[in-house]
């Protein structure tokens, strides 16, 4: 039971959202966006997220478009990763998202939350990042599109009231051979160890990791290493290790020396799968 009361709205528009947000915001009642809501109940019942208001994003149209175009793809943010799955157009999406949770959690897990989660791992946002996606947000100023790897720094930079509508990706990067490889600590449905998720574009490995550092990242450097065909396959991948961006992380999923031991194995399938590539 979340131990505090808060109002609950469900506007209709991205308008209404915006402007819902900023007067609230001014009463002191320091709203919050709610997609699916499986982490704001969650996190509301142990006193982690705190709010007077929560505005649903569910029935804002823009939020629920799945469409594909003849050059796009756009998934709206407050679909399911079920419904998304379903669609079955973003195969490298597809397999990122039924890593996540379990079929029952993916039914409320919607893509914009899962982006947006205060939770580490934050999945969904591997393959957006090696596909050059773009993002749709809204503000009070309107709606601005720009390119996921612009904006995402650790986490979606997002302005206080603003919110993900929309990620627009376009269809030739998701043809590119792909890999994507979640490690647990065990077999079952649990938080990755390390998530893996490469592509192969023009000759050229692009790789993103979630679970190895305390955010999702891409990284240029560890690309350049690992394409570096000067050096075997065994040294591309140590120098790939050495420029991990940040502390890798050491937890109750395991220590930081076998996140490191479990990655360079993981690479090395990385290498096998996309240098003769096929799709994992
Ligand atoms: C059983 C279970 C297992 C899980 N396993 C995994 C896993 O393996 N890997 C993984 O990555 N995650 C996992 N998660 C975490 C889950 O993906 C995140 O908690 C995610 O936030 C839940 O999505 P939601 O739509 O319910 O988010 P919500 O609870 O609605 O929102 C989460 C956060 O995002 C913000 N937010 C939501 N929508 C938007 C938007 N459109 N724009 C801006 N901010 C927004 C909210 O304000 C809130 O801070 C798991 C969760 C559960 C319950």
Redesign the pocket.
């Known amino acids: 039971m979340i131990s505090y009361d808060f109002e609950y709205y469900k506007p209709k528009s991205i308008q209404e959202a915006t402007q819902l947000f900023q007067s609230l915001d001014n009463q002191g009642k320091n709203p919050?966006?709610?997609?699916?809501?499986?982490?704001?109940?969650?996190l509301g019942r142990s006193n982690q997220?705190i709010t007077e208001a929560v505005i649903d994003?569910k029935l804002i149209p823009e939020?629920l478009v799945l469409k594909k175009e003849e050059n796009t793809v756009t998934l709206g943010?407050?679909q399911s990763l079920t419904k998304i799955r379903e669609m079955n157009i973003f195969p490298f999406l597809n397999k990122t998202i039924v890593?996540?949770?379990?079929h029952v959690?993916r039914n409320?897990?919607?893509l914009?939350?899962?982006i947006?989660?205060?939770?580490i791992?934050?999945?969904?946002i591997l393959p957006l990042l090696l596909t050059e996606s773009q993002v749709v947000i809204a503000g009070n100023t309107g709606l601005k599109q720009l390119p996921v790897n612009e904006i995402f720094n650790q986490n979606l930079q997002?302005e206080r009231g603003e919110?993900?509508v929309q990620v627009i990706t376009e269809l030739r990067e998701i043809e590119w051979p792909f890999i994507s490889v979640k490690k647990r600590r065990q077999w079952d449905v649990g938080?990755?160890l390390i998530t893996t998720a490469a592509i192969k574009k023009k000759g050229q490995i692009k790789l993103a990791f979630?679970g190895l550092c305390s955010f999702p990242f891409r990284n240029k450097q560890m690309e350049e290493s690992i394409n570096n065909q000067h050096l075997s396959k065994e040294a591309r991948i140590d120098d790939a290790i050495q420029h991990i961006p940040a502390p890798v992380l050491d937890d109750v999923h395991g220590s930081a020396g076998y996140r490191k031991f479990v990655l360079k194995n993981t690479l090395v399938d990385v290498l096998d799968a996309l240098e003769g590539e096929r799709n994992v």
Do not use: M
């Not at 947006?116 to 939770?119: P, T």
């Open positions: 919050i966006y709610f997609s699916g809501g499986t982490e704001v109940i969650t997220i994003l939020c943010s407050a890593e996540i949770a379990d959690a409320k897990i919607t914009g939350g899962n947006c989660a205060n939770i791992y934050r999945e969904a997002l919110f993900l938080y990755p979630s």
